[in-house]
């Protein structure tokens, strides 16, 4: 048997299985110093541990307290701007509260205290701009992944370059090989291979010919595709992609921390209370002096920063310990929402399995003739100049194997059919199922049934040998996923753009029962929306741009380590090193945050409420009362350091 089809050489694309042309960001490091709160917390902290270190030394007074006071300046101005913002509006918030608390202890000689709720302040508000940055910037960068320019064919056949955010409806544009297509469309001439993982999310090239769909941004293989434009620029898939990430992060954006949650009653509270402690006993005729001690007294002893460091440090502490082993999680409130999380909904290319298709499948067709090492070896032979991700796993395989691959001349490929080429002196063919011409084979049904990729191995016209292609299950999933059904309410769902055979086969091998499969992207964010309409705290976790709008509507996501700049970006978290059984472990170490959290905020309310009782209705003396603030901060920031312990990250994986 023979393919009269092939007749070009192919030229070399490399089909890298997500395709990612986004522009990539800074450094994390030059991305963090380019936040303007980030620069002036940064001095705040220098100028704190400057000026207590001259004060811990017996440096001159005047010295410290000028360090001190820098602090103040450099940490609070942004403080006090925002509280005054909000105190226009008829609001007061802990920003306001912080400051005057701030004021206060310096009114009263205590300004290492009111430093010290500077550079807390100071660094909360950096973290909270530094998220909303990356936000920003991965959607920014999504906009890169449709081309700028479009190859545009009018009715006389001439070609020219248009932006291709001018195509409208009805244009006839030319996709070259290797070039990323400008716009959705219909193919009306042509055959082809295109990656369009970063879209569905499949880990195979999808086979293109007249009359099949094809999206903006996805990435041409081998052959030349004319495209006719069937859907205006701006409402691109690509296009609803960027719009969904962007309304979905900007509704994230409003999450707050309990503590934040409270603020505004908190400092409602403490003002009322401290005003009070002034007008009151002045009314009655008491001395300016002992008034305004005891109104001090009780700003120092009521300001909430024990209260923040009950939350915060724990928070942060887990954040560490999770990077530490390999899980990057982004802010204190992605670990508070990833200890609420309800059901888990997963991808499933790239993150139930590895991304990458493997040759699991070797049968021979006439044994007497070609055994299973010289089918690999002809197969192999023929692919190792194909840059087809079929190809390259076929070669791979047979070096892993140990076998000698024998040199091949006059190869040749086409489009969603095969390869060919002369190897010693054999005509040697691998085809797809859909090219192969001769008598149907049980072997190739049976392959196609288990959910892989079927190929026929032809040589010198003859029927050899079959070989079957699948991306491998992860080795880990099947555990990964009983813990996460164990730590939530709900078993996990499997969302995925890939066809709903190979989605249930890999659903089962992992043990997912509820399988939703061939999504688009914005189709997954319908699908957990309807989660979260159904009460749930939905987790995501994906790698591919295809995947990014989920996320960021997700009340949390995570992002395997080897997925697109996008969904990095978008992810509240990352698996560093590409390790599915972290995420369960994550969760459980964010729920062991959450009880110390707890646990802290009673030992920290419990202080306050019995020194500001203290106070009002006794004699607190000064010291006492900074005393045993600040031994209560300590208290719950030493409790919170438990988090750091590798024993607390095998307790998380263990549960």
């Given amino acids: ?51 207590l270190a001259a004060q811990l030394n017996g440096a001159p007074q005047a010295l410290w307290w000028t360090l001190y006071l820098a602090c103040y300046l450099a940490g609070g101005w942004g403080s006090a701007w925002a509280g005054a913002q909000a105190l226009r509006n008829k609001a007061l918030d802990v920003d306001l509260l912080m400051i005057v ?65 001018e195509l409208v409806v009805g244009d006839r544009v030319l996709v070259r090989p290797g ?113 305004l001690l005891r109104a001090m007294t ?34 204190a409130v992605v670990v508070e929402h990833l200890a609420d999380t309800t059901v888990v909904a997963l ?21 007497e003739l070609f055994d299973v090492p010289r089918l690999l070896q002809l197969a192999a032979a023929a692919e190792q100049s194909s840059e087809h991700p079929l190809g390259r796993a076929i070669v791979e395989e047979a070096r892993r194997r140990g076998l000698p691959i024998p040199a091949a001349e006059d190869f040749r490929a086409v489009p969603g059919r095969g390869v060919r080429a ?37 040589v010198n016209g003859v029927a050899v040998g079959v070989l079957g292609l699948t991306d491998q299950i992860r080795p880990d999933a099947a555990e990964s996923v009983a813990a996460l059904t164990a730590l939530t309410s709900a078993p996990p769902v499997l969302l995925t753009g890939d066809n709903a055979r190979a989605a249930r086969l890999v659903a089962a091998d992992a043990g997912i029962g509820d399988v939703r499969a061939g999504l688009l992207p914005e189709q997954k964010v319908e699908a957990v929306r309807e989660l979260q309409d159904r009460g749930h705290r939905v987790l995501v976790i994906g790698d591919g741009v295809n995947d990014a709008p989920a ?18 970006q978008t992810a509240d978290g990352v698996s560093v090193r590409d390790e599915l059984h972290t995420i369960p472990t994550i969760i459980g170490l964010a729920r062991q945050a959450r009880r110390v959290v707890t646990a802290n905020l009673v030992i920290a309310g419990s202080f306050i409420s019995v020194l500001v009782l203290w106070d009002l209705f006794g004699e607190l003396p000064l010291p006492l009362g900074v005393a045993g603030h600040e031994g209560s901060t300590l208290l719950v920031a030493l409790n919170g350091m438990r988090l750091l312990t590798n024993r607390t990250w095998q307790a998380a994986a263990s549960r």
């Fill in 101 to 165: 608390a701030a004021v206060g202890a310096v009114a009263i000689g205590q300004i290492f205290d009111g430093a010290l709720l500077i550079v807390i302040f100071a660094t909360s508000g950096a973290l909270d701009e530094v998220a909303t940055k990356h936000t920003a910037d991965s959607v920014k960068g999504l906009l890169d992944l449709a081309p700028q320019e479009a190859v545009l064919v009018d009715r006389h056949g001439n070609e020219r370059v248009v932006p291709a955010g």
């Fill in 179 to 291: 070039e990323r297509v400008p716009a959705d469309g219909a193919v009306l001439s042509g055959a082809s291979e295109v990656d369009q993982c970063s879209i569905t999310g499949e880990s195979m090239p999808a086979v293109k010919s007249d009359g099949d769909e094809v999206f903006a941004g996805t990435v041409n293989g081998s052959g030349v595709l004319n495209v006719v434009v069937t859907r205006d620029p701006s409402q691109s898939v690509v296009a609803r992609i960027v719009e969904l990430v962007s309304e979905a992060s900007a509704t994230k954006a409003k999450t707050q921390l309990f503590i934040e949650k409270i603020e505004q009653r908190y400092s409602i509270g403490v003002v009322a209370a401290t005003l009070a402690l002034i007008a009151v006993p002045l009314l009655l005729g008491s001395p300016l002096q002992p008034v």
């Fill in 298 to 331: 009780f700003m120092i002893v009521a300001s909430p920063c024990a209260v923040v460091l009950a939350t915060m440090p724990p928070l942060l502490c887990a954040v560490a310990n999770a990077g530490r082993h390999g899980v990057l999680v982004k802010s």
């Fill in 422 to 458: 002369s190897v010693v002196r054999d005509f040697v063919e691998v085809c797809s199922p859909s090219s192969y011409r001769g008598a149907p084979l049980a072997e190739l049904t049976a392959i196609s049934d288990t959910g892989a990729t079927a190929a026929v191995l032809v």
């Fill in 551 to 568: 996320m960021a509507a997700a009340r949390t996501s995570v992002a395997m380590g080897a997925g697109a700049d996008l969904t990095l």
């Fill in 347 to 367: 991808d499933k290319t790239g993150t139930l399995t590895c991304g990458a298709p493997r040759l699991t499948t070797i049968e021979a067709l006439r044994p």
């Fill in 1 to 51: 048997m023979t393919l009269t089809a092939f007749e070009v050489t192919a030229p070399k694309v490399s089909f890298d299985r997500v395709p990612n042309t986004v522009t990539r960001p800074l450094s994390w490091r030059a991305a963090l110093w380019s936040v303007m709160s980030v620069r002036w917390a940064a001095l705040a902290l220098a100028l704190f541990l400057s000026g």
